[in-house]
């Protein structure tokens, strides 16, 4: 009963036309739906895809535009320790030749120095020879004056001794002279 009541229903859709089963209906209108949604979708994915890629693009640009102004930071600052390195090597070298002049000039002030103080020295053993050579003939006179007095006291007479140390004193000046 049932392979009877198949095989009608069989039968009877086999003499009818594609068009008029709602099966096909559906698959077109469903192609039909998908074709129409499939146009706006593409241009919705593609402008969404464009859009993330002009992100992307500019991204780049920027992170570019950062590394060559990194560069450039770089090479500055490379510039400015070479230009640094050179000034204190510039530095250090007047320092050693300030240093060096400095030397030179005390080494001189101090050979100065001790000439003059030698001078000095010179002078006064000189003044202390004079002094004593002025002493010692002081002495001397003194001496000579004492022992001729003596001399004369024990030899001559009152008058006569007091002429002869007159004498003696006044020629005494010329003496030491």
Do not use: C
């Amino acid at each position: 009963m049932i392979s009877t009541a198949y095989a009608a229903s069989e039968g009877a859709t086999s003499h009818s036309a594609f068009y008029d089963s709602p099966t096909f209906w559906v698959a077109l209108a469903f192609a039909i739906f998908v074709v129409m949604l499939a146009k706006p979708m593409w241009k919705f994915t593609t402008t969404a895809l464009d859009k993330k890629i002009d992100k992307i693009k500019i991204s780049i640009e920027e992170a570019t535009k950062l590394r060559e102004e990194a560069q450039d930071l770089l090479a500055v600052y490379k510039r400015k320790i070479a230009d640094a390195e050179k000034e204190a090597e510039g530095i250090v070298a007047q320092a050693r030749d300030e240093a060096l002049l400095l030397k030179n000039q005390m080494t001189e002030d101090l050979e100065t120095s001790l000439e003059r103080r030698e001078k000095l020295a010179m002078d006064r053993i000189a003044q202390a020879e004079t002094d004593a050579t002025t002493e010692v003939r002081a002495m001397t006179a003194d001496i000579a004056l004492a022992a001729t007095r003596q001399l004369l006291v024990d030899n001559a007479n009152n008058t006569k001794a007091d002429e002869l140390i007159d004498g003696a004193i006044k020629e005494l000046p010329e003496k030491l002279n």
